[in-house]
Nanobody, 123 residues
């Protein structure tokens, strides 16, 4: 069983950047497709970005397209967030699964989840 650990959250001013990372404790992520989701207070969890197990395909929510980049290096998945906006404030979770098919943006398809890291963007 894969245990996911996120890091890199924090407080940043609007227009700034943050980089999140997700790695596995007790296993490897090399055969998992990976996603990032976020949840703001009082809101549903929403899809942010995903990358295929090979790293060759990536997917983004419209709200972050052109500002966020997901990529994987060795056994870590990164989410580079630029031009941050106050509406990006949320707890960000990474997730992993081996059998997503084309459903990268559906949270219920992911078997493994990290605890989350807080991202706060001030105006």
């Amino acid at each position: 069983q894969v245990q996911l650990v996120e890091s890199g959250g924090g407080l940043v001013q609007a227009g700034g950047s943050l980089a999140l990372s997700c790695s596995a404790s007790g296993g490897t992520l090399s055969t998992y497709s990976m996603g990032w989701f976020r949840q703001a207070p009082g809101k549903e969890r929403e899809f942010v970005a995903a990358v295929s197990w090979s790293g060759k395909s990536s997917f983004y929510a419209d709200s972050v397209k052109g500002r966020f980049t997901i990529f994987r290096v060795n056994d870590t998945v990164h989410l580079q967030m630029n031009s941050l906006k106050p509406e990006d404030t949320a707890v960000y979770h990474c997730a992993a699964d081996k059998a997503l098919g084309n459903y990268y943006d559906l949270s219920r398809k992911y078997a493994y989840w990290g605890q989350g890291t807080q991202v706060t963007v001030s105006s």
